[in-house]
C-alpha cells in the first residue's frame, strides 16, 4: 500500500495539494477556516471529490470568508443545498454557518482562531477530538484528526522521506513543539 506522499506523485489534484497545502502551518483564521470546511464536507467521500469541488466551496462560502458565512441566512442555505457544485448536505451545510459563528466568538474570546488552537496546543489527537466535539459541529475523530494535521497541529501528513517533509519542518509547524 502507498503513501499518500507516493500516491500523489503526478496527480493532477492530489500533486498540487499534497506539495503545496497538505501538512503546512496555517495561521490565517479564513485558511484554517477553509481547511475545516472541506474536511467536514470531506466526511463519507473521498478527498478526490472536495479537491475537484474546491473552487465551487470557494465561491459558494464567500472565499471562506467566516464573517460572511456566519451572516448567511435561511436563503442562503437554500442556495447551497441546490448548488451542485458542492456538497448538498444539509447538515454539513448547518454545520460549516454554525461553526463560523462559533469561530465568531473564539475570535471576540482569543482574538483569532489561530490564538484559540494554538492556546490549546499542544493536546493529544484525543484530547483535540474531545475539545472539536465540545466545540464545533460536525468534527467527529476522522475530520479532526485531518483538520489537525493537515493544518501542522498533528505529525503524519508527510513520511520523513518525503521532500515536503523537509519543506515543512523549516516552516516549524506546531506538532513539532509537541
Known amino acids: ?56 466551496f470557494q465561491k459558494a462560502f464567500a472565499n471562506f470568508n467566516i464573517a460572511k458565512v456566519a451572516g448567511f441566512t435561511e436563503k442562503d442555505r437554500e442556495r447551497l443545498l441546490g448548488d451542485a457544485g458542492i456538497i448538498r448536505n444539509r447538515l454539513k451545510i448547518d454545520a460549516v454557518i454554525s461553526n463560523a459563528r462559533i469561530i465568531l466568538e ?21 484530547d ?17 484528526g485531518e483538520f489537525l494535521m493537515s493544518t501542522g497541529y498533528l505529525p503524519g501528513a508527510h513520511h520523513v522521506g518525503c521532500p515536503v517533509y523537509k519543506k515543512i519542518e523549516k516552516l516549524n509547524p506546531p506538532w513539532l513543539d509537541a
Open 1 to 56: 500500500m502507498s503513501t499518500y506522499c507516493e500516491a500523489s506523485i503526478d496527480h493532477p489534484y492530489h500533486g498540487p495539494y499534497h506539495d503545496k497545502e497538505y501538512g503546512f502551518p496555517l495561521t490565517d483564521d479564513n485558511q484554517l477556516f477553509e481547511r475545516l470546511i472541506l474536511e467536514i464536507n470531506q466526511a463519507g467521500l473521498s478527498w478526490l471529490t472536495i479537491l475537484k469541488k474546491k473552487d465551487a
Open 128 to 144: 483535540w477530538v474531545a475539545l472539536f466535539k465540545k466545540t464545533f459541529r460536525f468534527t467527529g475523530g476522522e475530520i479532526t
Open 106 to 126: 473564539l475570535q471576540k474570546e482569543f482574538g483569532s482562531f489561530h490564538a484559540w488552537l494554538q492556546h490549546h496546543h499542544p493536546l493529544s489527537k484525543n
